[in-house]
């Protein structure tokens, strides 16, 4: 059995991995961006065809809602958290549901609205918990610790 929070994810930990998704998503978007829509980053775009850059705007709203809000319940937490050997689970440690991590992804703005102070509230909760993680019943643990439940493995291994 694990003692204390040694099973939860710190804020230094999850700053990288979220660095991480940061980079690929903007470089994933930016290329589908310009793919479908041409150079939006041209203000002068916007002066001549406003439908075309809130077009490009909602695309780049449906993206963020995939890659971070779908891959968090799909595959127990995004790309970045993965790569830091990090999951997402819900506050008991057992795995989070479709709303829960959904819900997350649109908390994690509440997070960001502050200067960020809902993220840097993980240094300061027992289980390491943003105010996104608070708001949605979530939390963030180090992926050696989880307890393997055939729920967790099943989970695991449809995300592989």
Excluded at 41 to 58: G, T
Excluded at 133 to 143: H, N, R
Aim: charged content about 15%; glycine content about 10%.
């Amino acid at each position: 059995m694990v003692k204390g929070n040694e099973v939860y994810a710190g804020f230094w930990i999850r700053a990288v991995a979220l660095l991480i998704d940061c980079v690929a998503f903007m470089v994933i978007v930016s290329l589908g961006s310009y793919l479908l829509f041409g150079n939006t980053a041209d203000p002068a775009i916007m002066n001549e065809n406003p439908l075309i850059f809130l077009l490009n705007m909602f695309f780049q709203i449906l993206c963020s809602i995939l890659y971070f809000g779908i891959l968090q319940a799909s595959m127990l937490g995004t790309p970045g958290k993965r790569i830091m050997g990090l999951r997402i689970v819900a506050a008991d440690l057992t795995p989070a549901s479709f709303g829960q991590c959904i819900g997350r992804y649109f908390a994690s703005w509440l997070s960001s609205m502050i200067l960020g102070l809902g993220y840097f509230w993980v240094g300061f909760t027992d289980k390491k918990q943003g105010w996104h993680d608070k708001i949605a019943g979530t939390c963030v643990v180090k992926a050696k610790f989880l307890e393997k439940s055939s729920v967790h493995a099943d989970r695991e291994k449809r995300a592989a």
